[in-house]
């Protein structure tokens, strides 16, 4: 087995935290990261390691989706050291070569799970790191805070690193539910046969959480709802929803899809757009007090294709809604006026299912009526204990050299430019930020473009 280095800029974070520590705690149960597996995690805070394994003792039991055993959280805890330096000071990189010299590690991950403006100094500092071969440099999103800057990024990246390294990393694939949408797709005729603007009326693609920007208000000002969310998770989904060809190579039939979106200068910004921020935004720790910063973004988008020509793809995202709700849901045309739609719901999260509306017969009367079915995945204890996180997936086919679910720089720049344009026409067209309260379900105006 190979000897496996994870190396985390940004350790103190919370994403390290809530999600890549737990993600690797249950690599390690699964007994996947071998026996001489090393994990670094820089911060810049004054921490021993013991006072930092503390730290994370708390998150991984409540985060960790194996059951935790005391006995082999302690063995886990032997291979993680916290290492304390300024990574925005190159001179400091050299001092991270004693973690890996005595130990030839021949898989090596470097995490970026910081804010996209250190990416740039990190790579530049890894050069320094002459013991670390070879290295696999997994960067978060966003991927970048502009088009122009991810531009930059990138060839600073393919500079620095064998492009071949390089695994932008979108969580959301590798959600269950996610990929689970190209199997429904390819493996029901009932649903593959129907799966076009012949028989599709709109898809709404929803994202909502009850959490608003917590501890994270410097990074998610300065990005908003538009570029932490949709930008990425939500054009992965939408492109894999709209794909042609769910046996293709993904990357190929996302891009492709991408070329597709109307243009933002053929769409009426005023009719296909509503940016909303909470009620309290502003009050946040480390948020402008005058922010205009979006937390909920709504788009009525389309994809100009034969497949999909004149179908709406309603995409919407919020902080501090009434309820967390990840879901595609697809309704179908109505065969007559006064007979209901079929409707099809793929449930991402928090439950993982899929959920059907199709008429029968008014049980012992003449009409029609809806009948509902709903499959819950995650209700069933096993599926569940059997579905690793999507970190846990993502980490472990980068171990593997697995980037087929990854993103390629091609779509990172085209949904930057779709996201860039957007944007700016918002703001050319003099588009309030509308408020909303916390609890509801975003800007009412929203309503008025759906
Ligand atoms: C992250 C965003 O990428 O995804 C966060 O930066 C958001 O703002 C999070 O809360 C949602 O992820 P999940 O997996 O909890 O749906």
């Known amino acids: 087995m190979s000897k496996i280095s994870i190396t985390i800029f940004g350790g103190t974070g919370d994403l390290t935290y809530r999600k890549l520590m737990p993600a690797i705690y249950n690599l390690f149960s699964r007994n996947l990261l071998g026996e001489n597996f090393k994990v670094c995690a820089i911060g810049r805070r004054d921490y021993s390691n013991e006072e930092y394994l503390e730290i994370i003792d708390s998150w991984i039991k409540e985060f960790a989706r194996l059951k935790i055993k005391e006995e082999r959280l302690l063995e886990f805890y032997k291979h993680i050291e916290y290492y304390k330096m300024d990574f925005t000071n190159l001179d400091e990189y050299s001092g991270l070569n004693k973690f890996y010299e005595n130990t030839s590690f021949d898989n090596n991950l470097v995490y ?12 530049d500092g890894m050069l320094r790191v002459n013991n670390l071969k070879n290295p696999k440099i997994i960067l978060e999103k ?21 492009s071949e390294n390089i695994y932008r990393i979108d969580h959301y694939l590798g959600k269950e539910m996610v990929r689970n949408i190209l199997t429904i ?15 599709i009326e709109s898809i709404e693609i929803t994202a909502l959480e009850t959490v608003g920007v917590e501890t994270r208000g410097n990074y998610y000002d300065e990005a908003g709802a538009l570029k932490d969310m949709v930008q990425n998770h939500l054009l992965q989904i939408l492109t894999i929803v709209a794909l042609d060809n769910p046996n293709g190579v993904l990357a190929d039939e996302q ?4 070329k597709n979106l109307r243009p933002i200068e053929k769409m009426d910004i005023k009719k296909s757009v509503v940016l909303g921020q ?19 973004a709504g788009i009525k988008l ?30 179908f045309k109505r065969i007559k006026d006064d007979i209901n739609p079929n409707v099809l719901v793929i449930k991402i999260q928090p439950t993982e299912g899929v959920y059907l509306e199709f008429n ?5 009367e003449d009409g029609i009526t809806t009948a509902k079915m709903e499959f819950c995945q995650n209700c069933n204890l096993i599926f569940r204990l059997n579905t690793p996180e999507a970190y846990e997936r993502m980490i472990l086919a980068c171990i593997e050299n697995d980037s087929s679910w990854f993103s390629k720089w091609e779509q990172i720049e085209l949904s930057w430019k779709f996201i860039d344009e ?28 759906k």
């Open 255 to 258: 891009l492709d899809v991408l």
């Open 360 to 364: 029968i017969k008014t049980p012992g």
């Open 112 to 123: 970026y799970a910081v804010s996209p403006s250190f990416f740039e100094v990190i790579s």
């Open 302 to 331: 389309f994809v100009d294709n034969k497949r999909w020509k004149n179908v709406p793809f309603f995409i919407k995202t919020g902080k501090k809604t009434s309820e967390r709700e990840i879901e595609v849901l697809v309704k």
């Open 422 to 449: 957007l944007k700016q026409a918002y703001i050319k067209n003099n588009i309030p930020i509308y408020e909303y309260e916390v609890g509801s379900d975003g800007p009412v105006e929203y309503n008025l473009i």
């Open 185 to 199: 797709r390819e493996t029901n005729p009932l649903i593959s046969k129907v799966w076009s603007k012949d028989d």
């Open 278 to 296: 909470y009620k309290g935004y502003r009050q946040e720790d480390k948020v402008n007090p005058s922010s205009s910063t979006e937390t909920f």
């Open 142 to 162: 966003p991927f970048g805070s502009s088009m122009k800057n991810a531009k930059f990024l990138s060839e600073k990246l393919d500079k620095n690193f064998n």
